[in-house]
């Protein structure tokens, strides 16, 4: 064998003297002529110099990866680069061009770079990927002639190239007084498997320490891994069996438990559920992560039964993997574990329930979502509303008659939720229950799930609605419904009928409230007729309703009962209304804008009142609104509502009047006591001055 490997060593140099002798690239073919240019360029490259050269040459080359007979001639040349005197960084480069077009001819010159600590690392990249047995060969007759990070380099190649030939040289390196070199090879085994480095890795695991062992124990992982996918489960188990072995290592043993179950699939479950009651936290924890992945008829139902077996974290954990599994037949522990004495089992078996749950999991869902608070009642919420499956709908209905008030608020509340439209005629008599808070919860759901044909229905409940928060919440639904409308003119239509029959006081205000939410221009005379309702609510109700028009249509009607008025809470209800309507049409001319606001100032009974007219005021960006607070700065119960009014309206005229603003603001300095609106004042007449 001696004699054999020297005859090979032989051969190996002969064949580097020959091609040694061979670097003329004058008979290139006339096609190949570029390449010779380029690398003659190439051949004084220096890192960080321009690279077009190398790019040239690389998209010279890149045309002929199809063409192996093309290929063979640019090799050459290439070959004979790299026996040249070419700088590094140039041999660098066609290395890597060798590690994509190179073949087993370029083995003896890159064997002789291999060598060479200087070009080592650039041969070995490039031999790496050249496919053949020649490589592997080569790569194991320099082993023994290299040391240090060469030595290593080459290790490393074998390694992942797996080349099983190597593994016997390998394997006597596990022990090499070079630490680098005896983890190279450890890690070489790992990744070459096979036969002789599993058993070499055996024994290494019992007559090392330290970080060699850990690197040990890893490849022998990783032997065994290897052993799974070339389908030799048995083998494999009895690796990671050892590996397993209590005193390993916690990542050792995780990876081992992994292997266990790909290694026995049919005795997952069994693997899986044993670890988990063993109670070890660490191996437990990482069972139950498996708990996700492993498949099997059987297997839920074992891993559900050990449930109760766990501590509360360990239960929280399988909860949750048994939820991502989707398994049903987990459902009757993920019950039971709802009514632990443990809040967080609590809550992790009432989030499994989203998953896992069916009709029969309604009620118990909905008596948590009752009793409990907090994040408990939180996800007792959401699993009920995520249910899903045949009759969950159908069983929250049927459910909401029996139940008591606050099951049922929850019931209506999923209802809700969960957009189930067919409930509204359960929600309607759920709208009259004895319970107040079962009345508001069922208007609120009704605002979601109701549609314009129960606009009648919701109307008639309106009008006998006694309790005040129920009144506006049913007010409130009435408006998000009867929007729904795509015609905003026949919006109001249903409620305008049900006023002229309504006489009942409270009835005849919620419906006038409703009209003015709505906004239906239709509804005007109506609402005009309530404002010469003798009664003082009905009054009002109407003016509200007018203030809360969307356009500045109504500012007349609300003008007049400012003027005429004797109630001095319809006065101000009214003006306000005024002071919010005027400042809503932008289209209006500025003069008529500025009018009204006259007319509302003129009408203002008192300070209170005035206020409320700069106040709306200051929103018109214009300089006649300017001129119009700055009258009242000399005023001074009304000083520092008109300064506010005039800084606030000098932000949108200082540029298009600049010396006229800047006078108005000099008024403030002068007139206003309040230091904050005297700041503000002089920064707005500095930025004036800086124009």
Not at 139 to 154: A, E, H, N, P
Not at 380 to 387: G, M, N, T
Not at 581 to 601: C, F, H, N, W
Request: proline share 3%.
């Amino acid at each position: 064998m001696q004699k054999s490997k020297i005859i090979n060593i032989a051969l190996l140099v002969i064949g580097c003297f020959l091609l040694l002798t061979n670097t003329s690239t004058a008979d290139l073919p006339e096609e190949l002529q570029p390449l010779e240019k380029a690398l003659a360029v190439i051949s004084t490259y220096e890192y960080g110099r321009n690279s077009e050269s190398l790019t040239e040459l690389a998209d010279f080359i890149r045309p002929a990866y199809g063409s192996p007979q093309r290929l063979k001639q640019i090799e050459k040349p290439l070959l004979a680069f790299l026996r040249s005197d070419a700088t590094l960084a140039g041999k660098q480069f066609i290395c890597k061009q060798l590690s994509i077009i190179g073949s087993e001819e370029a083995v003896p010159t890159l064997v002789v770079m291999l060598t060479e600590t200087a070009t080592s690392d650039m041969a070995r990249y490039a031999l790496e990927r050249i496919p053949g047995s020649a490589v592997e060969q080569a790569f194991r007759q320099v082993l023994s002639k290299t040391s240090g990070k060469t030595k290593v380099g080459i290790i490393n190649s074998l390694g992942r190239r797996r080349d099983v030939e190597s593994a016997a040289a390998l394997c006597s390196l596990i022990y090499d007084s070079e630490p680098m070199v005896a983890a190279a090879a450890v890690s070489a085994l790992g990744r070459i498997a096979g036969a002789e480095a599993t058993k070499a890795l055996a024994e290494a695991k019992e007559q090392t320490s330290g970080k060699l062992r850990l690197l040990v124990l890893n490849a022998y992982l990783s032997c065994a891994d290897q052993l799974v996918a070339q389908g030799e489960r048995s083998g494999a188990l009895a690796v990671y069996e050892q590996l397993y072995a209590a005193g390993e290592p916690v990542p050792v043993r995780i990876a081992a438990l992994r292997g266990r179950v790909a290694a026995a699939p049919k005795k997952a479950g069994e693997i899986i559920v044993n670890v988990i009651e063993a109670d070890d936290p660490v191996t437990q924890a990482a069972a139950i992560a498996l708990v996700r992945e492993v498949s099997g008829i059987g297997i839920t139902k074992a891993l559900a039964e050990s449930l109760d077996k766990l501590s509360a974290t360990g239960q929280v954990q399988l909860l949750s993997a048994l939820a991502d599994r989707g398994d049903r037949d987990a459902l009757p522990a993920v019950v039971n574990a709802a009514k632990s004495t443990d809040e967080n089992v609590r809550i992790t078996a009432l989030d499994a329930l989203a998953a896992l749950g069916d009709a029969s999991s309604v009620n118990l869902l909905a008596q948590a979502a009752s009793s409990a608070r907090g994040a408990e009642q939180k996800t007792a919420r959401r699993s009920l509303d995520r249910l899903r499956g045949p009759k969950i709908d159908q069983t929250i209905i049927a459910s909401i008659s029996q139940a008591e008030p606050k099951v049922k608020i929850e019931l209506i509340r999923s209802i809700s939720r969960r957009n189930i439209y067919t409930a509204v005629k359960t929600l309607l008599k759920t709208a009259k229950d004895s319970d107040s808070k079962v009345r508001l919860a069922s208007f609120k759901a009704l605002k979601t799930i109701a549609d314009r044909k129960d606009l009648p229905a919701l109307v008639n409940l309106l009008a006998d609605v006694q309790s005040g928060s129920v009144r506006n919440e049913a007010e409130g639904t009435i408006v998000a419904v009867a929007n729904k409308i795509p015609d905003r003119n026949r919006r109001a239509e249903v409620i305008l009928a049900k006023l002229a029959s309504v006489k009942e006081v409270t009835g005849r205000c919620s419906l006038l409230s409703v009209l003015g939410k709505i906004a239906d221009d239709s509804s005007l005379p109506a609402i005009r007729t309530a404002l010469k309702d003798k009664n003082v609510e009905v009054k009002s109700a109407a003016i509200r309703a007018l203030s809360e028009w969307p356009t500045g249509q109504p500012v007349a009607d609300l003008l007049k009962v400012v003027r005429t008025s004797r109630n001095e809470t319809h006065r101000v209800l009214a003006l306000r209304g005024v002071v919010r309507l005027v400042g809503l049409d932008s289209s209006r001319p500025e003069k008529e804008t500025i009018k009204m606001y006259r007319q509302a100032m003129g009408l203002a009974s008192n300070v209170s009142e005035k206020k409320m007219v700069l106040s709306g005021l200051a929103n018109i960006k214009s300089y006649a609104a300017l001129q119009m607070a700055a009258a009242y700065l000399e005023q001074k119960a009304l000083q520092q509502e008109a300064g506010m009014a005039v800084i606030k309206i000098a932000e949108a005229t200082y540029l298009s009047h600049p010396q006229r603003t800047r006078d108005i603001l000099e008024k403030v300095l002068r007139f206003g006591k309040n230091d904050s609106l005297r700041k503000r004042a002089q920064e707005m007449i500095n930025k004036i001055k800086s124009l």
